[in-house]
Each structure stands twice: as structure tokens, then as C-alpha cells.
């Protein structure tokens, strides 16, 4: 029932002469230290140094904004399949009001923190007293004394915690201020619902759920006493980790209780002979506490969901008047419905549970989007909603907030640059252009690019080879480091940002030519926004969170309307992601086949640190992220839970393909138990982005290393054949290309090449030959060795017949070395007349 006037007139008065109270005591306390300085110090030094006390200490208490939530009007978030998540607070809690709340707890905690509360004014006149005595005496504050549980509501909620005089001068203002505007029920049940009690329980409810797994009504009192002693200091009273320190904090709450005679001295004994007996720490809450968050941030920061334009008539709105201000009207008490599956959202909360059991090792994330709507069904992070590090526990979300290198799972992004633009040049790209694929690669970028500032890029694959060449397409399935990284040079990074972004990611990225790599950090959420666009054949999309909000009154006050754009060529993207099929096919992520149409790609960071499956089906697109939770760290020698075998499983190194995927596919495989299925949109078109480029051969005629001359060619595109033949020329020297030098050529053909060995050639042996025979083998002679010799021509008498016309001798003989630009002189048979 709402207050009368004249109950909220005396309420005021009544406020007003507390909080005057306080300013009285705290006034008399640090006059009471003005006496004392003026004895030592002398009345003008004394009065100066109180005025600086007055003005330090005595905060603008009238100015702060001290709203509690009305309870009755809270907001509520829905899943897509209408379930309850739980209800919107500032302060990540999941009220209840105090006419829920059993009295065995309200006298528990008022037992434990505050027995006299419905009886004082708010503020420990003592306490503010002991802190004054000892700064003026020592000159520091500790931590020590007694607060009222409305001076803890304020240093908790409105205040810092700092230990300064100052605060707790300000704390107790504030208190009194709290006790004008509300009543001693309203603070009683805030108190109760936003403190923190350890683990990830917020609010007394959650921890009865936390400790215990029961609701509020049926603990006893041992339970009661326990659930409340983390209050004070909720790592020193840790149920779990530290009974010797609850147990007695536990029953001298429960001694006070029947002190208090809210017990009978037979049920304390009996309640301390209990065992403290906390059930396990269950992990995952029922409600997902991430999606709330994000549904909360979500609605707050954008003005498009109908509920102001501000951020402060947005918080009304969400959140309604505070419990104080009888003149507020609306507010609150909306239905917010998100797109999130719970079914799907717990399935994958399960097995990321499952999977990464040791809490100092590395976790995962997996976010999932409906390709047809762009609706978020799954934001999964594999820690525990808390703030408790050690157990594993984090607050923010690795699937929507958790930023990561993509590694090659990024080089798709590049594919569609690459085949939308062609190079800067010109020239085009298509999955049919072929690139070298040498483990280490040194790429000449021209400028600066490497890390140490050098104009080399020097680029290494999983493993090392001299390489040969392959094509675009093989270099995708197979994720060749090499292959991408002449993919970045020829596109420009600057490039692959743009593309980035058109198809869905929103993180800032840096035009770095490693970029193609996937040296940028990216979210698994707009990591699964980007791919649900080449899901989607070259439409995007728009990804979204909050399906509809309706008012306190069942009125949709917004709903949301798909929007989709075409942003790429179907053509272009079908062909891309026939390359992304091969992927899984037989490419790098075959641990991924779930038996339908399907496509994807891994992705490894340097030195393992974070791995990537992403993959996508014609209905949902789906990112799985494993790698430490804190930072990038190397993923070597740990062991994962396999959920499909029920058996640990040692991971030597961690690889998008070996540790991502096979989670992607439980929990596909979980997804598309009932999902038909369905094949990918097929557009014509494709084989124009198969066709093979030209390309020139490039000059290789100033080289001289043999390993220089199989870079360069292999570079152009093109396969080679080196043959060292003996010439005149130094070693190394190019003597013949075949095809030659700046001729037009497809990518992926052959090209021969004779360099020098560095010896001298031998001439060859022209004897029986005929005189036009033996010119024709010096001229090609001449033309493979670079020899330039000449000859001269003798007749020599010889008696038979079948010698006549033929080269008899030579001068030197066959296989003499032979001098640059030496004579020879060949001897023809002629029949004596």
C-alpha cells in the first residue's frame, strides 16, 4: 500500500532530525579535536585548522544520487524459448523483496550485523568517535570497528571503501540521509539483496542457492548463521575453502541469536553441532548472468529500443523510480525478450564445463548466430559468472567482450578481398592464381613491414620446406601462411580492414600486412557475425541481441525488424566458401564433419596461444574460441576433457584443428540432432573466380643464386626447373629461359632455366658428323654455354668414302675445356684424287 502524505511528512521530518543528528555528533566529535588544537595550538591557529577539518570532512552528502529499486517494478529478461533469465539491477543481483525473505534469515543477519537496527538512527556515533581519536592520535585509520547496517549499505553502495577520516565522516551523512528517504524495511531488504556473500552469489538468495541449492525458506539455522558470515570479508569466510575460519564466525552468530531470544538456547546448541556442509560449487547458474548483463548494457546505451533518448531516461525507464521517490510515476517493470536458446545457451555452457575442467588451464567460448535473422542464440563463456579468480570465476564474457587474435580463421576475410579487387595493380586473384608456398618465405613489401622495422617480411607455414607452388584454393584449405601473407601484399591491408568490416566485424583493426594472419583481435561473436555473411552469400545480416521489449502492461514498446544487405557478389562468395568446404572436407579442419553441408576454417595464433574453429551451416554460424581467459598464453602439455569419448586427453600443442573444431562439432552434432538438412545457396557464376590469371616471367637475368632464382619464379606464380650446365660464364649466371624473359604465360606453368655451374664446358664431339651437323652443334654450343667460339675448316685426305664430308679430328679434341671466344678448327674428310 502506498505511504500517505502525512506518513511521508513525517518520514521527512523524522530524516531531517537524523540526519541534523549526525551533523550535530560529527560536529561535536571534531569540536571536541578543536579544543584539543586550540590548547596546543592558540585560537586563530585552532580555528583555521577546524575550518580546513569542516570543509574536508563534510561531504555534499544532499547531491548524491541514493536510489534503491522499487522492487515490484523490476524488469524481467525472457530467452527466445520464454524463459525466465531473472531481473534487471543495477547491481547484477537477483532481488527478492523482504516480504519473501523467512524471519529466521532477517533475524540471522540482523543477529550477525546490526541487532539494534530497527531501534537506532542509522549511525554508530562510537565508531565515527574511535576513528577521529585515532587519526588524531596516530594519524592513520585501520579498518576496525562496528558500522549499522545502514552505514555498511553506504559504504558498499555509494561510497568508496577507502580508510580515511574523511569517508567515514561522509559514511555517516550519507547514513542519515539514507534513513530521511527511506524506511528501516527499505534498507533492510536492499541491504540483504546487493551485498556480496562470496562465490557468485549476489544478494541472500543467491547465496542460499549457492551453499546450499535451496530457497530462503528452507535453511536452518546453521544455514542461515554460515550464508551470512561472508558479508563482513568474503574471501576470509569462504564456505568451501576455509571452515575453520566460518564455523566459529557461524556460531557466534547463532549464540547471538539466542541472545537476541530469536533462538532458545536448545535449538543454538543443536544448530552449532551441525556440520558445515556447502554443496559443491555447481559452476553455471540456471540463469545465465552474462546475457542478462549484455540484454541490460544493450538496451541502456542505444536510444533506437523506445525508451528515451537519454541514458538517464533509459535507466528510468528500465529500471523505475527509486523506492523514495513518492512522486515518480512509471518505469520499470518491462519484459525484455533476448534471442538467446536457452536449451542451446546451457548445452554449450555444459560442454565448455565439461571440456575444460582444470580452472588454471585454458577455457573456451562459443557464440552462435541464426543465419536467416542475425539473432544471437548463443554467448557462451566457459568460466563461472564470479569474482573469484582462483576458482576460475570471471565476470565479463569471453564469447561477446573477449577480444583474441583470429589467427588464420581470418584469412576467408582476405579470400573475398582478394577475389573481389584483384592486386592493387590490376592484376586479378582468383582461387585458380597460384602463389609460392616456400616455408620460410621472404616477401620484399617495398616499405618497412616487419617486426623489426625491416622492409623484409620473412613468413614461415607449420612446418619448413623449400615449397614449390599452389593455388589460392589449396592454399585455403590447407591455410598456408606463405599463400596469405603474398594474398595481404598484393590486396593492401588497408583493404582487408574495409572488407572486415562491411561483412561484420566491429572491433578497430590495423592495416598491418600481417593482418591477413589474423594478427588482430577479434570477439568470437563479430567473428560469427562476419561468417554468417559468407553463410548468407554475400548478404549480411545484422546481428542482434534484444528480440522485443514489451511494457509493464503487455504493450511491445519494440520489436525487432531483420535487416539484411547485399554486400558481396553471390558468385564471389559462393566460390570462397566452396574453398572454406574443402576446409572440412579435407583440408585442416576435418575433425569438424558433422555428415551435411558444411564449411569453415581453423585458425592457430602464434606460438598456439589462441585457437579458432569457425563454422557455419546454411541455418547458424558458430564460433568456438579456446585459450587462456586472462591473456595469451602458450597452450602446450595441458589436458582437456573429451566429451565425446568421456576421457581426458592430452594436448601436446593446441591447434585450431585438434582443440576447436572437435568441440564445434559436439556441439553441432547437440545443435542438429532434429535440424533438417539443407545445402548452401548455389549461385552461377563460381567458375569465373576458378579461372587461371596470366601472368609474365619475371627478369631473373641479374641473379645469381640458384635458391634467389626458384624464389623469384616461384613468387610470379610459376613452377621452375633449374639445369646447371658448364659454361664460360661465373657460377650462378642465368645463360636461358624458356619461355623467355617478359612473355606472357598462365600461372602455374613451367619455366626452364640453365644457369651456370661454374666449370668450363667441354666441347662436345663432332667427329662423324657431317661439316652442317657440326656448325649446327657449335652454334647450340654457343648458345647454352655462352662460349662464343668460333671455328675454321681443313680438308683432310681420307681413303674411304663414308668418311668423306665428315668431321674427322677436331682441334682440341672432344671434351677439351674450352676459352671464351676460342677457335676450333675441324677437320673434314675429302678422298685423295
Known sequence: MEPSIQQVERRDRRGKRLTSAALLATTAILASTWLGLFLFLGSNAAFGTFKTVEDQYFCDYQNLALDFPDLGRLSEVYTQDNVLLGTLTERNSQPVPLSEVPDLVINTVL??????????????????????????????????????????????NFLTDELTLERKVCEALVAGELERRYTKDQILEFYLNFNFYGENAYG?????????????????????????????????????????????????????????????????????????????????????????????????????????????????????????????????????????????????NRLLLSTFRDTSGPTGAIAMIDNATGAVRVMSSGLTFGENFEAGERTYDLAREGRRQAGSAFKPIALLTALE???????????????????????????????????????????????????????????????????????????IVEMAHRIGIKSPLNPVLSIALGVESVSPLEMASAYSTIANTGEKVETYLIE?????????????????????????????????????????????????????????????????????????????????????????????????????????????????????????????????????????????????????????????????????????????????????????????????????VKQGSSVTVNIASGELPALPNLTGKTLADAIAALEAFNEETGAAVTWTVQDFVVGDPIAAGKVVVTNPPPGAEIQFEQSITLFVGVLSE
Open 204 to 348: 541472500i538468495a543467491a547465496a542460499s542457492q549457492e551453499y546450499y541449492g535451496k530457497p530462503l525458506s528452507q535453511l536452518s539455522i546453521a544455514e542461515a548463521a554460515s550464508i551470512v558470515t561472508p558479508i563482513r570479508n568474503p574471501s576470509l569466510y569462504n564456505l568451501r575453502d576455509n571452515p575453520d575460519d566460518v564455523i566459529p564466525a557461524r556460531d557466534r552468530i547463532i549464540d547471538e541469536m539466542v541472545d537476541n531470544g530469536f533462538i532458545t538456547a536448545a535449538e543454538g546448541e543443536a544448530a552449532k553441532a551441525e556440520p558445515l556442509d556447502p554443496i559443491p560449487h555447481k559452476g553455471f547458474d540456471e540463469i545465465s548472468p552474462r546475457v542478462i548483463i549484455a540484454a541490460r548494457e544493450e538496451v541502456l546505451s542505444s536510444a533506437k529500443y523506445g525508451l528515451g533518448e537519454t541514458y538517464s531516461e533509459r535507466k528510468r525507464a528500465m529500471f523505475g523510480c527509486a523506492a523514495s521517490a513518492a512522486d515518480c510515476e512509471g518505469g520499470g517493470g518491462l519484459k525484455i525478450f533476448v534471442t538467446v536458446n536457452n536449451k542451446m545457451q546451457q548445452e554449450a
Open 421 to 495: 579487387q584483384g592486386s592493387k595493380d590490376g592484376r586479378p586473384i582468383t582461387l585458380g592464381s597460384w602463389f609460392a608456398d616456400a616455408s620460410p618465405l621472404d616477401i620484399e613489401c617495398g616499405s618497412p613491414c616487419a617486426a623489426n622495422g625491416s622492409s623484409t617480411w620473412t613468413v614461415r607455414n607449420g612446418s619448413t620446406s623449400k615449397g614449390s607452388i599452389r593455388t589460392l584454393e589449396r592454399g585455403t584449405y590447407s591455410s598456408t601462411n606463405t599463400v596469405y601473407a603474398q594474398v595481404s601484399l598484393q590486396v593492401g591491408p588497408e583493404n
Open 548 to 744: 522485443r521489449i514489451e511494457d509493464s502492461d503487455g504493450n511491445v514498446i519494440y520489436q525487432h525488424e531483420v535487416k539484411r544487405e547485399r554486400v558481396l557478389d553471390a558468385a564471389l562468395v559462393g566460390a570462397a566458401r566452396e574453398a572454406m568446404e574443402k576446409v572440412v572436407s579435407i583440408g585442416t579442419a576435418r575433425r569438424a564433419q558433422i555428415g551435411r553441408p558444411q564449411a569453415g576454417k581453423t585458425g592457430t595464433a602464434q606460438n598456439f596461444r589462441d585457437v579458432w574453429f569457425m563454422g557455419i551451416i546454411p541455418q547458424y554460424t558458430t564460433a568456438v574460441w579456446v585459450g587462456y581467459p586472462d591473456g595469451q598464453i602458450e597452450m602446450e602439455r595441458f589436458t582437456i576433457f573429451n566429451d565425446a569419448t568421456q576421457e581426458p586427453q592430452f594436448i601436446k600443442r593446441a591447434f585450431g584443428g585438434t582443440v576447436a573444431a572437435p568441440i564445434w562439432k559436439q556441439f553441432m552434432l547437440w545443435v542438429t540432432e532434429d535440424l533438417p538438412v539443407e545445402d548452401f545457396f548455389r549461385p552461377e557464376g563460381t567458375a569465373a573466380y576458378y579461372k587461371t590469371p596470366n601472368t609474365e616471367i619475371p627478369d631473373i637475368s641479374e641473379l645469381t643464386d640458384e635458391q634467389e632464382i626458384i624464389d623469384t619464379i616461384h613468387l610470379a606464380g610459376l613452377n621452375v626447373e633449374v639445369i646447371t650446365i658448364p659454361s664460360v660464364e661465373e657460377m650462378g649466371t642465368v645463360l636461358l629461359t624458356e619461355p623467355e624473359i617478359g612473355e606472357t
Open 111 to 156: 543477529s550477525a550485523e546490526d541487532a539494534d537496527f530497527y531501534n537506532h538512527n542509522g549511525i554508530d556515533y562510537a565508531s565515527i568517535l574511535r576513528s577521529v581519536l585515532t587519526v588524531a592520535t596516530s594519524g592513520n585509520l585501520d579498518g576496525g570497528g562496528g558500522s549499522t547496517i545502514t552505514q555498511q549499505t553506504v559504504k558498499k
